[in-house]
């Protein structure tokens, strides 16, 4: 009897955690977390930076900095994004409840693991970030395969990438620097192609669909050709950087120019007056920018290389993160689709940061004091973000899910 009762208590443990509304799809804690971890793991950095930490993680001060924002805070991103728009393009139902709320345990161990010194620090960190990303790379093979959505293998061929990338990162203190770098430069890339392979459909549907709510006649163009040539120049460019980056600097440049020209057919001028919907074009116009100062920095011109990669990091990464962050947000809780002046004050402030952090070397003055202002900036946009946003993912949806409709992609 005493058996029987106790399971019929974990069960109804079960049934409550299912029922929380942050534990109900992906997006919800994850957003929230990496909103949390990213201009906290900034804040510890510049700590570091003036050697006030009074220890260092195993990895060392600036491989656990760039792996914290790499795979511990954009790699959130991409979980929130993918556990949810994953269920959308397969029909499946999503991950939630205990399930969901030990992925994100197992996400949270790896971000504490990592600041750890010492070999044992390094295993916990190792241990915990290739159950996160392998967990999540294995999620997204089973439903994708399982729906037979082939469309969307790359997306899971990639998250598979991210994963081993995320694991070679956390191999520094066992095999080397090499290898943890090469792991870094890996997940680099993985998140730059994820950026143009997703933020190449989203950006012109949804400006499709706002343009034509407004009766627009001159739409964004169909995906076609033009598209899978630009993906392909792009996915040579990044592999070729992994293998030998400084042969990548006219690749570059032509990748730059040929996402530039992309974004150019998705007619983003006609929706300045939508910032949720302008940021997106923003938000992709910074691969085409980094792509063209990146390959100028390779070949000598302009600000160093590792400056001018921050045109991908903090412009890429940090504005489209939050464009889709907050659209995400507003649209699966059941809220119009339209930013306010807090939602049209992230934008500003990451794009501030990432500006500012292009600009660092070529200050006159102390290029510290830009720094700072750089991460408080764009790590400010993430917090205002959860200031603003994380009343709305913890809370349930306020109106019902339309169950007509998947939104399968």
Do not use: C
Not at 15 to 29: C, K, N, T, W, Y
Request: hydrophobic share 55%.
């Amino acid at each position: 009897m005493s058996v029987l009762s106790s399971m019929s208590a974990k069960r109804e443990r079960r049934s409550r955690l299912a029922e929380l509304p942050v534990l109900q799809i992906g997006f919800r804690p994850f957003f929230l977390g990496a909103a949390l971890w990213l201009p906290a793991s900034l804040a510890i950095w510049l700590v570091m930076l003036g050697h006030r930490l009074p220890w260092e993680p195993a990895t060392g001060g600036l491989a656990w900095h760039q792996h914290a924002a790499l795979f511990g805070g954009i790699g959130a991103i991409v979980a929130g994004f993918l556990l949810t728009a994953v269920p959308s393009w397969t029909g499946r139902p999503p991950l939630r409840g205990t399930a969901l709320l030990l992925l994100l345990l197992t996400w949270l161990g790896g971000r504490l693991a990592g600041l750890l010194p010492g070999t044992l620090g390094a295993i916990l960190a190792l241990l915990l970030e290739a159950a996160f990303l392998g967990a999540l790379a294995a999620f997204a093979w089973r439903e994708i395969l399982a729906a037979g959505n082939r469309r969307n293998i790359p997306v899971a061929v990639l998250l598979s990438l991210l994963a081993l990338g995320a694991v070679l990162s956390r191999l520094d203190p066992f095999l080397g620097a090499a290898v943890g770098s090469f792991g870094r430069r890996l997940g680099l890339a993985v998140i730059l192609m994820l950026l143009a392979l997703i933020g190449g459909r989203i950006t012109p549907a949804f400006t499709r669909n706002w343009l034509v709510q407004r009766g627009h006649r001159r739409l964004p163009a169909e995906w076609g050709r033009p598209d899978r040539l630009v993906l392909l120049l792009w996915g040579a460019t990044l592999l070729l950087w992994l293998v030998a980056s400084e042969a990548a600097a006219v690749p570059f440049l032509l990748s730059g120019v040929a996402h530039l020209v992309r974004l150019s057919r998705w007619r983003g001028g006609d929706t300045l007056a939508e910032p949720l919907v302008a940021v997106l074009h923003l938000g992709y116009a910074w691969l085409g920018i980094g792509g063209l100062l990146y390959g100028a920095a390779l070949l000598g011109v302009g600000p160093p290389p590792s400056t001018a990669f921050h045109a991908f990091t903090t412009g890429a990464f940090g504005t489209m993160t939050l464009a889709v962050m907050t659209r995400a947000t507003l649209g699966h809780t059941g809220r119009p689709l339209a930013a306010d002046r807090v939602t049209t004050a992230i934008y500003l402030l990451v794009v501030a940061g990432a500006v500012l952090r292009l600009l660092t070397p070529l200050w006159p003055g102390d290029p510290a004091s830009v720094l700072v202002l750089s991460a408080l900036a764009w790590g400010g946009a993430y917090i205002l973000f959860a200031a603003r946003f994380g009343p709305m993912l913890l809370r349930p949806r306020l109106t019902p899910i339309n169950s007509g409709g998947s939104g399968r992609r």
